[in-house]
């Protein structure tokens, strides 16, 4: 019998090993690499969409629920954007060896800040198998091995995925081993995998709270921890009401199983008798439910095909994932500021206003990693911030936060030049 641990131990040896030889491999090479792995994504397609529907299947006839069962689902059009996002990726400027803060002592020394990989980076998440991929390729580019533990119901997704991604990167010249996958879905190796300290240098989880709370809780090297996106929308009394209709349409609709979906519309009451109908006639045609504060539903009630229900305290801080939002009127932008305070998970906020004032604000008080004027806060994303692509969305303060891409996964290390100074 396969001594798992043992195993899981060999792959992080071989992993760290790897890092060595990988944090010196020319950018040529990392950008070939990444080209195979696009290229091989579209000729695999079949292949890969075979094993995630097998995967789709188990997981629906397990009773996941339909958010979940979205982010698992591939199809050919997502597995274009994969490639597309690879090839994003490789476009980017490598940050490894990057030379920053240069300056020159009046003792004549040389000192400046050189940008290398952090080493091992090692993904414990769940449910999207398009992770394995950007997660891969991010590591890849910035010179870092990685270690990669997917969820029981992505295995065999995974697992096509990873061997996509190996022989891609092997055959352009990636040291072997860079890339490790954890294909045994027994929890207990992942508990085994955040204790090793002396392979792993960081861990970054993507998946739900409970996740995330066990693995901050459990590693004993460093944890970048987020993705919990309880986003507000607060719309002022100064908003452009077509505007705000438009753009809490898309941050609920557009897709609302992530976690860059709006789950709260907070409302000044000076506007709310003109807004909130509008708005609320819009979000029905997306089918959205509406668990509204007694202010709201009175504005909203007369319109008899809206799905309505009264708030209950536990909607406010609730990431829904679902086609469901709160809905608030507050008296004043200092109380929508209280509101987001107390209820924001410190990932996406946003603010509609014409008033530069009340804007500027938002932006300078909300403490959030994504502070938005007049945007919907779904553009939280690696890609849409010119970043390629990311392996997650830190919500904490460090060493990264908001859209983890390239630098995010580089540290710095001093470089000092001299001509036989020695210090007095």
């Not at 022989?167 to 010249?173: I, K, L, Q, S, T």
């Not at 969305?393 to 001509?419: C, D, V």
Request: aromatic share 6%; charged share 25%; glycine share 8%.
């Amino acid at each position: 019998m396969i001594d798992i641990f043992a195993e899981l131990e060999n792959k992080a040896r071989w992993a760290k090993g790897a890092s060595h030889r990988l944090a010196f491999i020319s950018t040529e090479i990392k950008n070939k690499a990444l080209h195979n792995i696009s290229h091989d994504l579209i000729k695999r397609s079949a292949e890969i969409l075979t094993a995630n529907s097998q995967d789709y299947k188990e997981a629906q006839a397990s009773g996941m629920n339909g958010a979940m069962l979205d982010r698992l689902m591939l199809n050919e059009a997502r597995i274009d954007s994969m490639a597309n996002d690879v090839l994003a990726v490789a476009g980017l400027q490598d940050p490894v060896g990057e030379m920053m803060d240069n300056r020159t002592m009046p003792n004549g020394l040389t000192i400046g800040k050189k940008r290398v990989p952090l080493g091992v980076i090692g993904a414990v998440y769940e449910s999207r198998p398009n992770v394995t991929i950007d997660i891969s390729v991010l590591c890849l580019k910035s010179g870092n091995a990685v270690i990669l533990r997917g969820g029981k119901e992505t295995i065999r997704s995974n697992k096509t995925l990873v061997k996509v991604v190996q022989e891609a990167a092997y055959r352009a010249g990636i040291p072997e081993g860079a890339v490790q996958f954890i294909d045994n879905s027994e929890h207990a190796l992942v508990e085994r995998m955040l204790k090793l300290k002396q392979y792993i240098d960081l861990i970054i989880p993507r998946g739900g709270a409970a996740l995330i709370k066990f693995v901050a809780e459990t590693a004993n090297m460093p944890v970048v921890t987020g993705g919990i996106g309880v986003c507000h929308t607060y719309v002022d009394k100064s908003a452009d009401i077509q505007k705000a209709v438009a753009i809490v349409y898309n941050a609920k609709v557009q897709r609302p199983t992530v976690c860059n979906a709006l789950d709260s519309v907070i409302v000044h009451k000076d506007i709310a008798a003109e807004y909130l109908p509008l708005m609320g006639e819009e979000l029905n045609k997306g089918g959205v439910e509406m668990h509204c504060d007694e202010r709201a539903i009175s504005l909203l009630n007369k319109n008899k095909k809206l799905k309505l229900k009264p708030a209950v305290d536990e909607d406010w801080g609730k990431e829904f994932l679902e086609l469901i939002a709160a809905v608030k009127v507050v008296d004043s932008l200092d109380d929508a500021l209280a509101h987001i305070d107390k209820y924001g998970s410190g990932h996406s906020e946003a603010i509609i206003t014409e008033n530069y004032t009340s804007g500027m604000r938002f932006l300078n008080e909300v403490d959030a990693a994504c502070v938005y004027l007049n945007a919907s806060t779904r553009f939280t994303d690696g890609g849409q911030f010119g970043l390629g692509a990311e392996v997650g969305i830190s919500t904490q303060k460090f060493h990264a936060r908001g859209p983890l891409g390239l630098r995010e996964l580089t540290t710095y290390k001093w470089i000092i030049m001299g001509n036989g100074q020695t210090r007095p």
